[in-house]
């Protein structure tokens, strides 16, 4: 019963919480899907909801996924209970995101078991059936909020055991949140893969001032801004996404572009690896490994453009040369290890690396199945680019949150927030940002005209 009662005074807690943050463009509890469906999620208690059907106790705190769907002149309405709700947790902080290929609406939120334990959760419905709920790893002592996700999806083909070609889907959804673990606050990210809708079994988690790393000046009290918690995360060009966050060293608004590479580069890496690891120790002269090997990611990489495959296959051979004669004949797993490594690292600076600011970082992450697993072959992993594409000072919009849009590669950004009938907005220039500009709202320009061209001056930046 206390339980129960904790559950009914942190939901009136949340919802006036809700009641008093103002709607932008960052809040994704709607979301547009195919033919004019609309997707809606709300949270409440089980009896409110879903009154009379006896599936959950009636004051348990749960999620709800309302599905409109638009035809022939009429509409019909669904409401679906989120799956993985309707225990003793405390449900809160929805988003959505609708993944056109595989017509998907994914959804991520909070879940809060106890005052001191806060898990984030991830599940998908497509053609009207949801998926696995997945636990996004992360501190568990943490409070998390404002969860956020986009999603990408992609297709390869891998040789079973039987050396036949089979055709994947993989999907791979980003997410970022805000944390706070005692006195110490941040945004936080995480990949999550799917492949043929199944999670892949692991996940990494990352402080996104991690990868937006530098050597810049530290502040020692953050700045008490509308921003601070409202990490934002969007589709850029070619499947990559763009990170908004305040870096919390720094006190400086970042964006972090994040390139997801190809997995036919994760394969000629595990395959170059197994082809090294073949031989019984570093041949002298190195040219007999060198050779092979460039011959080698000329034939692998046919699903390569032939330019990138050829400057590849090159720098390998060049890699080879100079790494292998730093190791002693008997270091052939050191240096099969080296070389895979460099296979990524090249292959990601062609596919990726737009705009990239040099006092920063460059992060190469692969997730697999778990975090011992080591490449291979048959499972060669899944890697992903992160660099840091601006950093400028927060911009001052007053006490309003305000809505974010970035250029494709998150190099330029757009700042805007309502305020007595106008769209307000500030833009990103080289080391800050322009005047307040605005739009007048009226019978003539709504806000959602408003924001569709503000969102769409940003990406032509």
Known sequence: MKIRRLSQLVLVVLLALSATMPVHAESRNIALGANGD?????TGTYGELFPGTGLAQADAVVLALDVTRSGA????????????????????FPSL??????????????????????????????????????QISGDQYSFKSSPQIAVSRDTFDLLDSNGI??????????????ETTGSEERAVYAPVVLIDGS?????????????????GPRVLELPSVPLLHSPSIHLGEG???????????????????????PVDLSNIAARVRTKILAYPEIPSPITLLADPVRSAIIDLGSALHPSIRTFLADQIRSAIIDIGSHYNPGQVRRLANAIRSAIIDIGAGAFGGHGRLPQFAYHITEVTAS???????????????????????IPDTGDAVPSIYTSTHGDSLLVSWEENGKILYRESTEDGWTDVLSIALGPNMTREQAELILAQRARNR
Do not use: C, M
């Open 371 to 393: 975090p011992s697993d080591e490449p291979s072959v048959e499972e060669p992993g899944h890697a992903l680019a992160h660099h840091v594409a601006a950093d400028l000072p």
């Open 38 to 42: 609309l997707y809606s999620v709300r």
């Open 239 to 261: 499947g990559a996404v763009i990170a908004t966050f305040v870096n919390t060293e720094t006190g400086r608004l970042n964006t972090i572009e994040i390139d997801v590479l």
């Open 165 to 178: 070609s089979q055709h994947h889907n993989r999907t791979i959804v980003e997410t970022v949140w805000w």
């Open 199 to 215: 999670y892949l079994g692991w996940n990494p988690v990352f402080h996104l001032d991690d990868l937006a790393a530098s050597q």
């Open 97 to 134: 995101f609708f993944e056109q290929s595989s017509k998907s609406i994914f959804l991520v939120w909070e879940s809060r078991i106890n005052p001191l334990h806060s898990v984030l959760y991830l599940t998908s419905l497509t053609d009207g059936e949801f998926g696995a709920v997945v």
């Open 73 to 92: 002149g009429s509409q019909t309405s669904q409401r679906l209970l989120v799956p993985g709700t309707g225990g003793n947790e405390i449900e809160s």
